[in-house]
């Protein structure tokens, strides 16, 4: 990272920006272009583990499952903008943001434990303080969970200063 003064290194601010952002923007080596695609997700970050596992649902064709069964290695990103100064002289401007970036392994998640657990982890990423959630059989049995094992991971933000405050 060449601007090393916004690397966020620790898996405390790493986790809490995931917790914060609501997209997670996914690319996949696309066959002429890269594919991207935003995706509501949840996720869960063990004390015990290195890098967090995401999870995703949808339906079980599509765009992105070809691409994942083609080649399961993936590129994602989540962010959180929080507000843009406009500075004088311009050059000056800048996003305060803050943002995860990382790579890893998609697959589909077949045992029915660990489907509803990730699905539920879909949910508490939009509504931390509800739950338990209840999901209808038939509906979940239809709907695809795609897991995520994060290999790769760094963290970044812009924080204002006290001149841009």
């Known amino acids: 990272m060449r ?3 916004r690397a966020i290194e620790s898996k405390d601010g790493q986790k809490a920006i ?4 609501r997209v997670c923007s996914l690319a996949f080596s696309g066959d002429e272009y890269p594919y991207v695609i935003p995706l509501n997700y949840g996720f869960v970050w063990n004390e015990d583990q290195e890098t967090p596992v995401l999870y995703f649902h949808g339906a ?5 499952i070809e691409h994942m069964e ?3 290695r993936v590129a994602f990103c989540v962010q959180n903008e929080k507000e843009i100064k406009i500075l004088e002289p311009a050059c000056r401007s800048t996003m305060i943001y803050e943002s995860v970036c990382g790579t890893g392994r998609l697959s589909r998640v077949a045992d029915p434990g660990e489907k ?4 539920t ?7 931390p303080e509800g739950g338990p959630y209840e999901f209808a059989p038939e509906v979940a ?8 094992r994060v290999e790769t991971l760094t963290g970044k933000s ?3 200063k006290p001149e841009q405050a």
Do not use: F, S, W
């Open 60 to 64: 079980p064709v599509g765009t992105k």
């Open 158 to 160: 812009n924080a204002p």
């Open 18 to 21: 995931l917790e914060h952002c």
């Open 121 to 127: 982890r879909i949910m508490q990423q939009y509504d």
């Open 141 to 148: 049995a239809r709907t695809t969970v795609l897991c995520l």
């Open 70 to 72: 083609r080649d399961n």
């Open 3 to 5: 601007r090393g003064e």
């Open 116 to 119: 509803g657990e990730a699905l």
